[in-house]
């Protein structure tokens, strides 16, 4: 036997690329090394998403997000991880002028976190950049429907399909995606019978938020999954009320110290002293 297949190994590309129509994908976001730690061996991918901008910095949106950031979370996220494929997105106005400019934003990722793969926000144009990067050796995720790096154009995080256009423009994009070589789609706040249409109509299988359960697998932010916040998109389920468990703990902590219960014996260090 290989050293490798004694050792857990992480899921490929191809792996990730040959589930469509077979067994689902299980993805969710991470940022950070303790988060990844904890997801990576329960889910196939973690998404090192440019929502970080918006989740962990407070920024008001991913318009803002840096490569320097993603290649700090990814740095942080490949630490924790060793099963889970591991994917990191370009953020806004690091990969749209050209795909000489998408080429060296994609391969710094590569090279300086060790992720797997790059996504990149797709409408019809981005598509020879998809090809581009794909002949050089660079596995791309596609994300198509809501773009949130489009929320200026667009006048907020809009749900998409609910004009015969706007749906047509959607499949397209996918559609343009696929065909340039994308091993996997996001597809993003979408009307449910579209992502089923673009679902049948793509090799790459779909990764569904805010889609259909037709998708070949599904994806969250993973601190609207663990309930962290008050509001969420539509789509989110809560798993747990972490909101609620962080503030009956810091609660109890505060009253700890306040009563001087805290540190106790137990905690507290009794070193003596050396002759
Ligand atoms: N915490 C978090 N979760 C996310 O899923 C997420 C982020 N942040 N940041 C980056 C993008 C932004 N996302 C968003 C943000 C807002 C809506 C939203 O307002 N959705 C409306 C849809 C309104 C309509 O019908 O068009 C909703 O009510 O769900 C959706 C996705 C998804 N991504
Ligand atoms: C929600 C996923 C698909 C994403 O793009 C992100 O986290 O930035
Ligand atoms: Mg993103």
Redesign the pocket.
Known sequence: MSRQTEQTRRITVPEIAGRKGGQKIVAL?AYTTPMAALLDPLVDLL?V???LGMVVHGLPS?QGVTLEMMILHGQAVMRGSSHALVAV?LPFGTYEASPEQAFASASRLIAETGCQAV?LETHKGVARTIAFLVDRGIPVIG?VGLR?QASNADGGFKAKGRTEAERQQVLDDATAADLAGAFAL?V?GVAADLADTITRNVNAPTIG?GASAQCDGQ?L?TEDMLGLFDWTPKFVRRYANLKETIQQATTTYADDIRKGTFPADEETYRLGTKA
């Open positions: 976001t998404l998403g440019d929502s991913t997105d996504k994300h949130p996001v993003e938020i994806i932010v």
